[in-house]
Every structure is written in C-alpha cells, then in structure tokens.
C-alpha cells in the first residue's frame, strides 16, 4: 500500500500535462490574428475550346478480389512456373542465337578458307603458267641454238667436204700428172735397161717362135744386180739359161743410176724382163 501511495502522484501530474499539451496542440490560437479583408475578384468571360480529342473514360478497375491462402499459393506457383518457362524459352532463344552466331562464325570462317585456297590455287596456277612459259622460252632458245649449231656444222662439215673434194681432186691431178711423166721416164729408163741386155743377149739355135721366159731383177740403186730368177720358163732350158746369160753379162745397170730414188723404188727395186725370138720387153 506504501508504494501505491508513493506512484499516485508522480502519475497524476504525469497524465495533467499530457492533457495540457493536447488542448494546446488541438485548440484555435488564431484569434490573436487578424483577420484579412476578402478578396474581390475581377471576372471575365471566357469560352473554353477543348481541340483535343475527348479520351475515353478508363474503365472502371474491378475491385480486387481477396484471394484465400490457397489460391494465392497457386498463383505464386504459376507465376513462378511462368518465370520459369520465360527464363527457359529465353535460355533456349540465347542458346539458338549462340547456335546461329556460330554457324555463321563457321559458315564465315569456311568462306574465309575457301577464298583462301582459290587465291592460293590462283597464285599456283600463275606460277605454274609463268614456270610453264619459261620452260617453253628456255626450250626454244635451246632449240634455236641447236638448230643454228647444226646448222653451222653442217655448213662447216660441206666446207671440209668440199676442201677434201678440191685436195683429192688437185692430188689425182698431181698424181695424173705425176704419173704421166713416171710413164714416161719409166718408159725411157726401161727402154735404156732392154737395150743393154739386147745388147748382151746371144739367142740360141733352139730359139723358135712362141717361146717365152721371164725373169726376175733385184737390183741396187747403183745398178747392181743382187738377185736374178726365173719367174715363169719358156720350156726350153737353153733359151732360159740365154736370157740369164744376157743379165749376168751386164752385170751393172749404170743407168739406174740416173733413175730419180722413187722411181727407182717404185718401178726398178724389183723389174722383171721377158725374152721372146721377136723381142724383149720388161
């Protein structure tokens, strides 16, 4: 009871001043204001034109409807079934433009390296045309240059036809000629030899018309004879041992001494004479 009494006050003037600060927060203290003299308006007349088209009136919001607990479970589940769904139609749409985008990057990049190739295959085949050409210039010049070396060989090879021609054809000239004048020294030198066996030969008795013996003459460049045989026999022993005879007497050729070396060689080295009754010739 002591400390009922003891909060009784405190209390009391606790709730009188909170009474005080009401009455003074609601009550009218604009009394001590003026009043202010009213206003005198000024009227004017005026039409007003609205020139923009009358909008229709909103329709009249249907009040919302209070949904129980069940309800507004579903409604969160559908929404968020419906987030969902957008999130993967959107996931499916990014995805698509991701599939698109990269097969245009691949469809692109394909391009790129078939551009590529065809370039390169372009720069293949001009180099291959420009080592195509080359190889064609490079053979026609060599063909050229054999044609004009044959050609030079062919002319050079008529030119020593032709100097090999005009050479055989002065040797056969020097050599007609040559032969011309050992035919007729020849015949002189051997006209002298026949003369001296004549000379020298005695026929014998048994000597007859169509006998015929030939002999075979070794003689040196001085006239000395170094060998003598009978190369065919007349058949008669005394008409061969006669021309024999006539050689041996002879002895030496003096006028070989006047043949010229080839000649002497050619023609005198080795002579045969044949002795007939009618003549004697070598």
Same mark, same amino acid.
């Given at each position: 009871?002591?400390l009922?009494?003891?909060?009784?006050?405190?209390? $009391?003037?606790?709730?009188?001043?909170?009474?005080?600060?009401?009455? @003074?927060?609601?009550?009218?203290?604009?009394?001590?204001?003026?009043?202010?003299?009213?206003?005198?308006?000024?009227?004017?007349?005026?039409?007003?034109?609205?020139? &923009?088209?009358? /909008?229709?009136?909103?329709?009249?919001?249907?009040?919302?409807?209070?949904?129980?607990?069940k309800?507004?479970?579903?409604?969160?589940?559908?929404?968020?079934?419906?987030?969902?769904?957008?999130?993967?139609?959107?996931?499916?749409?990014?995805?698509?433009?991701?599939?698109?985008?990269?097969?245009?990057?691949a469809?692109?990049? &394909?391009?790129?390296?078939?551009k590529?190739?065809?370039?390169?295959?372009?720069? /293949?085949?001009?180099?291959?045309?420009?080592?195509?050409?080359?190889?064609?210039?490079?053979?026609?010049?060599? /063909?050229?240059?054999?044609?004009?070396?044959?050609?030079k060989?062919? !002319?050079?090879?008529?030119?020593?036809?032709?100097?090999? !021609?005009?050479?055989?054809?002065?040797?056969?000239?020097?050599?007609?000629?040559?032969?011309?004048?050992?035919?007729?020294?020849?015949?002189?030198?051997?006209?002298?030899?026949?003369? !001296?066996?004549?000379?020298?030969?005695? !026929?014998?008795?048994? /000597?007859?018309?169509?006998?015929?013996?030939?002999?075979?003459?070794?003689?040196?460049?001085?006239?000395?004879?170094?060998?003598?045989?009978?190369?065919?026999?007349?058949?008669?022993?005394?008409?061969?041992?006669?021309?024999?005879?006539?050689?041996?007497?002879?002895?030496?050729?003096?006028?070989?001494?006047?043949?010229?070396?080839?000649? $002497?060689?050619?023609?005198?080295?080795?002579?045969?004479?044949?002795?007939?009754?009618?003549? @004697?010739?070598?």
């Amino acid at each position: 009871m002591r400390l009922e009494k003891s909060f009784s006050l405190p209390i $009391f003037l606790s709730v009188s001043l909170h009474t005080l600060l009401l009455v @003074l927060f609601l009550g009218d203290w604009n009394f001590f204001k003026k009043e202010p003299e009213p206003y005198k308006p000024h009227y004017v007349t005026a039409t007003l034109v609205d020139m &923009k088209p009358k /909008a229709k009136a909103a329709p009249q919001q249907t009040k919302e409807q209070v949904l129980d607990s069940k309800a507004y479970e579903d409604l969160k589940n559908n929404k968020k079934q419906d987030e969902q769904r957008r999130k993967e139609a959107e996931a499916m749409v990014q995805k698509k433009k991701e599939q698109e985008a990269k097969a245009a990057a691949a469809e692109a990049e &394909k391009v790129k390296q078939q551009k590529i190739k065809e370039e390169q295959a372009k720069i /293949a085949k001009a180099k291959a045309e420009k080592e195509a050409a080359e190889k064609k210039r490079k053979a026609e010049e060599l /063909a050229k240059q054999q044609a004009e070396a044959a050609k030079k060989t062919k !002319r050079e090879q008529e030119a020593q036809e032709e100097q090999r !021609r005009i050479q055989a054809a002065l040797q056969k000239e020097a050599k007609h000629i040559s032969d011309t004048n050992d035919d007729v020294n020849t015949k002189s030198y051997e006209e002298m030899l026949i003369e !001296r066996v004549q000379q020298n030969w005695s !026929r014998p008795p048994s /000597a007859r018309n169509g006998l015929e013996v030939t002999l075979e003459v070794n003689m040196l460049p001085t006239g000395v004879v170094t060998g003598l045989r009978v190369v065919r026999s007349s058949g008669d022993p005394a008409f061969d041992r006669s021309a024999e005879q006539a050689v041996k007497r002879v002895d030496r050729f003096t006028e070989a001494m006047q043949i010229p070396p080839d000649i $002497f060689e050619k023609y005198f080295r080795v002579f045969r004479f044949t002795f007939s009754p009618e003549d @004697l010739r070598s």
